[in-house]
Structure formats: C-alpha cells, structure tokens
C-alpha cells in the first residue's frame, strides 16, 4: 500500500486525473492525502469535489480556505463575488447539498502514526505539538458538525486574535485556530499571526518568519505535510513537505510518496 500526498488540486480535474494515471493510484490498494482547497480558480471544482468523493476511504481531505468560503457561501453567511465564479456550479448542482454535506465532515488536520506525519492545509503552530494540533481542529470539526454551523462560517472571517491564549474561547478561539490551521504563512518573532506577506519569505520583512522555521516547536519529531502556500513552492525536508506547486497558476500539480525513507516526487503540467 502506497501513501501519496498532493497539493492543491483548486478545480484543475484533468491535471488531478494525469497525476493519478502517472502514480499509477489504486483506489484499492493505495492511499491519497489531499492537501485541501479542492475548489476554486480552476474550471472543474465541481468535477474534482465529485471525484475526490466517490473515492472514499482511499483519499483523506484536510479543509482549506477556500473550501470553507464555499460552505460559507452555501451558507449564505458572505455574498458571492466574481472572484469566486468557479464556485457556482457546485452550489446549482442537485446533488449540492449531499456535496457540500460531505465537505462540511471533513476533517482540519490528519496524522498518520505510521508515517509519523501531519497532514494540514496551512501549517500548525510551532506552540502546539500533533496532539495539541488534533484537538485544536476537533474543536472547530466538531462545531462545523454541529447544528450552530453556519454561524461559525460567518464568523471565522478577521485577522484577530493574532496569538494563541489557552484562555482563548469562543468564536475568537475557533477563528484563531481556522487561521491557523487553513491561512497561515508568517509569524512574528513573538510568534503571532501576520497575514501581510504571501509571497516568499525571504521577500518578507525582518521580523516575520515563516512558521516551520522557529526552533524547537512543539510539533518536533514530526513530518508536516501541507499546502496553501504557492509561492513557497515544493520543498521537501524531513520536517515538513510543502506541496502547493500552483496547479492553477500553470505551473504544477505535484504528488510525493509518503511511506518510504527518502520520499518519491512525480509532477505534471498545471491548468492550461
């Protein structure tokens, strides 16, 4: 049994499918690890959402941004745009709800004691260890789960807090940890949110830092896989493994085996 991870798939079916057929990916035998934001930009969101569905048990999803801001938009808790255009063929389609149902149960983070690994959409913060991080997003799990959810979504927009209290609660302690968890690049050097800079770091200023270089996090002695970030582009280290090659820039979709000591890439061309 293989376990392969991808990054950001954001619509763009086909270059999803060459990447299957290049792994040679079985459903029945093998295990895909999705980095999240399945919708939005590329023409097929409501191709891939159906796709990544019917696999089942073989393909475990993380929730990333994007595909919260669907369910908030489904939610009618934000107004629809043109910037998210790509987005209205899964809200018109008749099995809308059953799909989007299925993505309100997804999960914000998956470990795997296996392959001793992480999976996340943004990152987690160096403060937390895997458990920490798990219990974290099944706080936010369980209220997207629950019959108050569409409140959430309306409430998980905003840039603050920006650092992480114990003494946090409510929908400012959720909304931290969806922050976290689906929008986070760099940090201050006391270790707070900053969503200034989304290009590479060492375009940023000098007291943001990305958020897997801090020494010593709590989260050491795990491998972190994870997306989101596309100008970071594909790096691939013992600690973390950034997957978001810009699949719909045109540039990559990429896929790395998780489950062998030195970690296997295969790419193929993004969105035409």
């Not at 293989?2 to 035998?29: N, V």
């Not at 099995?95 to 959409?121: K, Q």
């Not at 609660?169 to 929008?183: A, E, M, P, V, W």
Request: glycine share 6%; net charge positive.
């Amino acid at each position: 049994m293989a376990i392969y991870a991808i990054g950001d798939i954001q619509g763009c079916y086909d270059p999803l499918r060459g990447l299957l057929d290049a792994i040679r990916f079985d459903p029945d035998t093998d295990t895909l690890w999705l980095t999240g934001d399945l919708v939005n930009r590329g023409p097929k969101s409501l191709k891939t959402v159906r796709f990544v569905k019917s696999l089942g048990d073989s393909a475990i999803t993380v929730l990333g941004n994007h595909d919260l801001h669907l369910l908030a938009l489904a939610a009618r808790q934000v107004r629809y745009g043109n910037r998210f255009k790509s987005l209205k063929k899964i809200l018109k389609a008749k099995n809308s709800d059953e799909l989007l149902d299925w993505m309100r149960h997804l999960p914000l983070a998956h470990y795997d004691e296996s392959v001793n690994t992480l999976l996340v959409h943004a990152g987690t913060h160096p403060n937390w260890s895997v458990n920490k991080t798990l219990a974290r997003a099944a706080e936010v799990e369980d209220a997207l789960r629950g019959d108050e959810y569409q409140t959430l979504l309306g409430k998980m927009y905003g840039n603050s807090p920006t650092h992480w209290s114990n003494d946090l609660s409510g929908y400012k302690r959720l909304r931290f940890i969806i922050n976290c968890l689906t929008r986070m690049r760099m940090l201050t050097r006391k270790r707070h949110l900053n969503f200034s800079h989304s290009a590479a770091p060492f375009r940023a200023r000098k007291n943001l830092h990305p958020w897997f270089e801090f020494a010593d996090p709590a989260w050491a002695g795990t491998r972190i896989v994870f997306g989101h970030w596309s100008a970071l582009g594909l790096i691939v280290m013992p600690e973390y493994v950034s997957l978001d090659t810009g699949c719909v820039w045109g540039r990559q979709l990429t896929a790395v085996r998780l489950d062998k000591r030195l970690p296997r890439v295969m790419q193929v061309a993004g969105q035409a």
